[in-house]
């Protein structure tokens, strides 16, 4: 497989960073594949651009940042302004039609998602914005399956809370799916 | 699927290799980049009858360690720059004393509070000489989750076998990055317990009287055996001396119990090391940017090797100049002023083939960063 760099940013809360831990564990841990994630800490991580770095492949990672992803997700107006221009040309930007308006020409595929305002329609809860975008990330990509993300939920969150994950991780499925068309 | 394969970040992978090793007393000052580690003792240690104590600050938590240690237990305490700039009087401490612990440092950027949530390798020379007076210490470092488990538990083995305090020298990108990690099965990593003295109750125990091998069997504090430890200068029961042979016999022991067994205690990897004609020299997260170097060089066929350092103190002399001895150049990739680029150059018979590649500014190194310096040290330019 092609080694696949990726970046998720957003502001603090939204949990771009789990959604990332997550991604990179299912992937380590699920799929036999080699995954790393990182993240920049600091006062970015209250509050302004949140950023965190995963990088999957089939082979050793040994420098473990990424400075031109394959794939950007974008979930802040903020986070847009300052990471779109460090894509790969002919990578995957990934937005949200809530948080973000894109006017920047990039040499990517751009791909603006309705997924804040579906999950609010259908779930109601913020809570698993993150998850969904998860969903619409491994439909695009590919990368890993989402029984995969489903088996490294169960691990990590309680029993309670699996269906409405398992909801929002399908709806971001749908959501990938059908921009991938 | 096997739970003893986690996805986990480099300060547990530290916590998990101490309790693999029977780390039993935990006590600590939670620092960034170093709290995970804290935080996964506070959560492991009770469940297994071991004690986990936040201390006021970090002075005490070394105190409390060494405590501990010389009533039997296998402890460990874990900080950053700051709280290891205020452990450097206990450190001196249990050097003279001979307690068996180790200190974890997750590297950030110094001096003082310095970039709390950068990395740096900056207190490569603050292990070596934090505390004052003529003295040996050990001090280890890891590049990836495997090898810090691996490393902590050696840091264990040695603190063991020597009577020595050893200090592991992560860095924050380690530290906090999350990568895949192995445990290996119990006995699959040989444990060096704790070495106990035969003497019985109510007869005379020297603490400080070695054996034939020189080593020097313990007794639980507070148990059986009545003696004394301190800072000062002692004699085999212990008790403070100024005689003067006394006292240069004890400084000797103290240095030559580590550097006599320096190429026991050197831990290192070579990668493509047998027909390198320039090398690189790195340690830590550094050592990851400079093995992608290497390996995509490899791919290219130039003939580049890495010589990643696990031990930096004692500082394998030997080993870098065996292996340096025909290479054209010697880059030593780290983050800091050159720390160890000084110790690479002492070591080779030409020093001005040594060069530093670094960066200082709270980020890690990048490939890039070392090609432009390979670069320029090959006359290409930028």
Known sequence: MERCRMVFSGSGGQGVITAAIILAEAAALHEGLTALQSQVYGAEARGGATRTDVIIADSEIYFPKVNQPNVLVCLTQEAYTKFSPIIRPGGLLITDTRYVKTFKKVDARQRELNMYETVMEKIGKPIVFNICMLGAVIALTELVGADSIMKTLENRIPESFLDMNREALDLGVEIGAAAKR | ?382
């Open chain 2, 1 to 382: 699927m096997n739970n003893q394969v986690k996805f986990v970040q480099g300060n547990e992978a530290c916590a998990e290799g101490a309790l693999y090793a029977g780390l039993d007393f935990f006590a600590g000052y939670p620092i960034t980049p170093s709290t995970e580690i804290a935080e996964r003792m506070s959560i492991q240690l009770p469940k297994i009858g071991g004690k986990y104590l936040q201390m006021e600050d970090e002075i005490a938590s070394l105190a409390a360690i060494i405590g501990a240690s010389l009533t039997g237990h296998k402890v460990m305490t874990a900080t950053s720059g700051p709280g290891f700039s205020l452990m450097q009087e206990a450190l001196g401490f249990a050097v003279m004393a001979e307690i068996p612990c180790v200190i974890v440092n997750v590297q950030r950027g110094g001096p003082s509070t310095g970039n709390p949530t950068h990395v740096s390798q900056g207190d490569v020379n603050q292990a070596r000489w934090g505390t004052h007076g003529d003295h040996a210490i050990v001090a280890l470092t890891a590049s990836n989750h495997q090898d810090v488990f691996r490393v902590t538990v050696e840091a264990f083995n040695i603190a063991e076998t020597y009577r020595t305090p050893v200090v592991l020298l992560f860095d924050e990108v380690v530290g906090h990055m999350r990568e895949k990690l192995t445990i290996p099965e119990p006995g699959e990593i040989p444990l060096v317990e704790r070495l106990k003295t035969s003497v019985r109750g109510g007869v005379d125990y020297h603490p400080y009287l070695p054996r034939e091998d020189g080593r020097l069997p313990m007794s639980d504090f507070g148990g059986v055996h009545r003696y004394n430890v301190t800072g000062l200068f002692h004699d085999m029961w212990g008790f403070p001396t100024d005689n003067p042979k006394i006292v240069q016999g004890l400084l000797r022991h103290l240095v030559d119990k580590i550097e006599n067994n320096s190429h026991k205690i050197a831990m290192y990897k070579e990668y493509y090391m047998e027909d390198a004609r320039r090398i690189l020299i790195s340690y830590g997260s550094a050592a990851r940017s400079a093995l992608h170097v290497v390996e995509n060089r490899r791919s290219r066929g130039e003939r580049l090797g890495l010589l990643e350092l696990q031990t930096l103190w004692p500082f394998p002399y030997n080993v870098v100049k065996e292996r340096c001895s025909g290479a054209r150049s010697v880059t030593v990739v780290e983050m800091n002023k050159g720390q160890i680029a000084d110790q690479v150059k002492a070591a080779v018979d030409d020093p001005g083939k040594v060069f530093l590649a670094n960066r200082v500014d709270g980020v890690l190194i990048t490939p890039t960063d070392i090609r432009n310096f390979l670069r320029v040290i090959q006359g290409r330019g930028i």
